[in-house]
T-cell receptor, first 114, second 112 residues
Framework: KAGVTQTPRYLIKTRGQQVTLSCSPI?????VSWYQQTPGQGLQFLFE???????NKGNFPGRFSGRQFSNSRSEMNVSTLELGDSALYLC?????????????FGPGTRLTVT | GENVEQHPSTLSVQEGDSAVIKCTYS??????FPWYKQELGKGPQLIID?????GEKKDQRIAVTLNKTAKHFSLHITETQPEDSAVYFC???????????FGGGTRVLVKP
């Protein structure tokens, strides 16, 4: 079974631009969560989607948004990029059946803002 | 919200020795405790997890113990090998909110 895939793997953007990252979960998984990983703040939760609905959101500004499609694929968008948005953005998928907590991560998208 | 502290931040061991990483958490309602291994250039890989109704779980050379009263859990790696060198993260899943809260990570170096 294929794992979580994320595209693109690397991205370089300029301050003020916007960016869209994509995540395809493991087949059959209906929940997708996004995390930001930086050397200073570690792994921080951005948001979680299940059945096209955002169910939880972390403490990030409104410039960070996401959505989920009917096939469970998810995208996250960051508008008006700032230097501090440079990070590894990780997507994790989960079966989300009752009592299922296991989350499986993709390889991440490395975003560099200059 | 939940706070997870992980120690040590770096750990150097000789090949064949054991490694132990400890995490403490603040939310007594947390009920799921996974451990992830992250190698350079890759995403975190789930290596073992434990639920709140279990005190210990073992999978070959790795084991996790949970002490709910003291609110801490530990990862034990026995007979370490060079391929165990990586960054390890603990995490908790609280009763409120569909998310994992991560510890700060432990960089493990296994010296041949």
């Amino acid at each position: 079974k294929a794992g979580v895939t994320q595209t693109p793997r690397y991205l370089i953007k300029t301050r003020g631009q916007q960016v869209t990252l994509s995540c395809s979960p493991i087949s059959g998984h209906r929940s997708v969560s996004w995390y930001q990983q930086t050397p200073g703040q570690g792994l921080q939760f951005l948001f979680e989607y299940f059945s096209e609905t955002q169910r939880n959101k972390g403490n990030f500004p409104g410039r960070f948004s996401g959505r989920q499609f009917s096939n469970s694929r998810s995208e996250m968008n960051v508008s008006t990029l700032e230097l501090g948005d440079s990070a590894l953005y990780l997507c994790a998928s989960s079966l989300k059946a009752s009592g299922s907590y296991e989350q499986y991560f993709g390889p991440g998208t490395r975003l560099t803002v200059t | 919200g939940e706070n997870v502290e992980q120690h040590p931040s770096t750990l150097s061991v000789q090949e064949g020795d054991s490694a132990v990483i400890k995490c403490t958490y603040s939310d007594s309602a947390s009920n799921y405790f996974p451990w992830y291994k992250q190698e350079l250039g890759k995403g975190p890989q789930l290596i073992i997890d434990i639920r709140s109704n279990v005190g210990e779980k073992k999978d070959q050379r790795i084991a996790v113990t949970l002490n709910k009263t003291a609110k801490h859990f530990s990862l034990h790696i026995t007979e370490t090998q060079p391929e165990d060198s990586a960054v390890y993260f603990c995490a908790t899943w609280g009763a409120a909110g569909n998310k994992l809260t991560f510890g700060g990570g432990t960089r493990v170096l296994v010296k041949p």
